[in-house]
């Protein structure tokens, strides 16, 4: 049940972390699952230089992962995960099965990245030039999103050895940080997070992790009020019609606000001119998504719309 994000850089050691991790809960009498994107059928590494392949590709993984979050095992999605929007998306799958959720991020520097590469069979290797796009893409994570912890922030380098106890792993001296096979990736921690939930006469004492509840945007709700969709897709095309004339006039990083939200969360951030098709792509998205939760309160749809451009607008 409980779900574990692998996000990092390409060729960072991310498969060789999540084996060892795969084996501590394996230690720990734990069924563990881990979906890897290169388990897809018809993966292959070019497919990064394709969107439209790209996009089949986390389809792919996010219903994986959604079949697969049951009471009895641990899943790992191993795979790059370096859109911010897509990491929530697989949040929304845990919160939904109220379990526990974590993050692991390992971003190791290019120079790091090309020379675990090397290190690859020839035919499991990216081309240097797909490394290097998508390290440029890579959204890092930040904890001041909900989805985004506990981060667990994995330090790698090319050492084939671990740091010596006595060093702290801040490196703060010159030295240089372990191989995937000797870091340090909080196994012991990361277990107890995830695992550690007991039942003691009645009460539920959480001793790691705590497990996520579902809120109204993500309970399922079997009937929608009448008028449902209709304020629904009302709504969510003032939005866009507000963004696509405000933003003839805007500077880039201006805030472009959006009347009929909450305070607080009634802006956009204006990063560059967007198209109608754009818009619209991520207007259905979110139709789609809300369906699982009908609402009429026309300011509670306005707010919704407004975060999740804010999520998904790069």
Known sequence: MPLIIVTGHPASGKSTIVDRLAQKFAESQKECLVIRDDTYGSFSRKNYEFANKEKDLRSWIRSEVQQNLTKNKVVI????????????????????????????????????????????????????????????????PDTKFRWEKPLFEVKIGKAEKALPAEIDDDMSIDLEYPAPRFANIFADEIVDWICNVRDFSGFLLILGGTELTENQSTQTV???????????????????????????????????????????????????????????????????MSKKDPMTDKERIITGFVDFLNCNLR
């Not at 449902?228 to 003839?248: G, I, K, S, Y």
Request: one cysteine or more; charged letters at 25%; aromatic letters at 8%.
């Open 222 to 288: 079997p009937l929608a009020p009448t008028n449902f969709l209709h304020e629904l897709d009302r709504c969510t095309q003032d939005v866009v019609t507000v963004l696509l004339n405000a933003q003839r006039t805007a500077v880039r990083g201006q805030n472009l606000t959006i009347p009929g939200a909450s305070e607080g969360s009634n802006q956009v951030k204006f990063l560059k001119l967007r198209t109608l098709p754009e818009l619209n792509r991520l207007r259905h998205q979110f139709v789609n």
């Open 77 to 140: 999605c191993d795979g790059l995960n370096y859109i911010k929007g897509y990491r929530y998306e697989l949040f929304l799958a845990a919160k939904m099965s109220k379990t526990t959720y974590c993050v692991i991020q390992v971003t190791p520097s290019a120079d790091t990245c090309h020379w675990l590469n090397e290190q690859k069979p020839e035919e499991e290797r990216y081309s240097r030039e797909i490394i290097d796009q998508l390290l440029m893409r890579y959204e890092k």
